[in-house]
T-cell receptor, first 111, second 114 residues
Framework: QKEVEQDPGPLSVPEGAIVSLNCTYS??????FMWYRQYSRKGPELLMY????GNKEDGRFTAQVDKSSKYISLFIRDSQPSDSATYLC???????????FGQGTRLTINP | DARVTQTPRHKVTEMGQEVTMRCQPI?????VFWYRQTMMQGLELLAY????????DSGMPKDRFSAEMPDATLATLKIQPSEPRDSAVYFC????????????FGEGSRLTVL
């Protein structure tokens, strides 16, 4: 079983919809949680970062971490065609500082 | 505009050939990662370095893969001999505080082994 599980999709929604992306993990030592966005034929780029449990909001994006359930989410409000990309969750503990990634969810926003 | 530079961007080679991929991390970054991305497995960590010292290469097939940082401006990933199952996109990433998500990726080297 992988340390981080993420549904690869694909996920297709109409423009303006609320998108929910999720990951589960098994390593209770993870304290740092990130979401990366990857456009086709590009490298991943950081979208949001959260330390420990709680919510973080940045514009149309909200990241949630529930350490008790080992579950993290990314919500996209008022989704736009430009949000079409692959979204990868990533996690790390404080010791090794190496990021473990989920498989990525391919998202398409249809105009 | 600081960025991680990877070469080559694309490589097609035949099974059994040696492949070397190079990465120039962002100046001043002390941590460098090599990842491999495939449709089936997603992004897998192969190896990473801090201050040029290898910290973890447990994700690499040891018999054919090797990773080095000959100096602070160059990281290399070598496959010898290459096999068709090595076909993937290889990403290099660098950062100062990777835990905080401050990890910057290059555009990747797309490898096809025939």
């Amino acid at each position: 079983q992988k340390e981080v599980e993420q549904d690869p999709g694909p996920l297709s929604v109409p423009e303006g919809a609320i998108v929910s992306l999720n990951c589960t993990y098994s390593n209770s030592a993870f304290q740092y949680f990130m979401w990366y966005r990857q456009y086709s034929r590009k490298g991943p780029e950081l979208l949001m970062y959260t330390y420990s449990s709680g919510n973080k909001e940045d514009g149309r994006f909200t990241a949630q971490v529930d350490k008790s359930s080992k579950y993290i989410s990314l919500f996209i409000r008022d989704s736009q065609p430009s949000d079409s990309a692959t979204y990868l969750c990533a996690m790390s503990d404080s010791g090794a500082q190496k990021l473990v990634f989920g498989q990525g969810t391919r998202l398409t926003i249809n105009p | 505009d600081a960025r991680v530079t990877q070469t080559p961007r694309h490589k097609v080679t035949e099974m059994g050939q040696e492949v070397t991929m190079r990465c120039q991390p962002i100046l001043g970054h002390n941590t460098v990662f090599w990842y491999r991305q495939t449709m089936m497995q997603g992004l897998e960590l192969l190896a990473y370095f801090r201050n040029r010292a290898p910290l973890d290469d447990s994700g690499m097939p040891k018999d054919r893969f090797s990773a080095e940082m000959p100096d602070a401006t160059l990281a290399t990933l070598k496959i010898q001999p290459s096999e068709p199952r090595d076909s993937a996109v290889y990403f290099c990433a660098s950062g100062l505080r990777p835990n905080t998500g401050e990890l910057f990726f290059g555009e990747g080297s797309r490898l096809t082994v025939l």
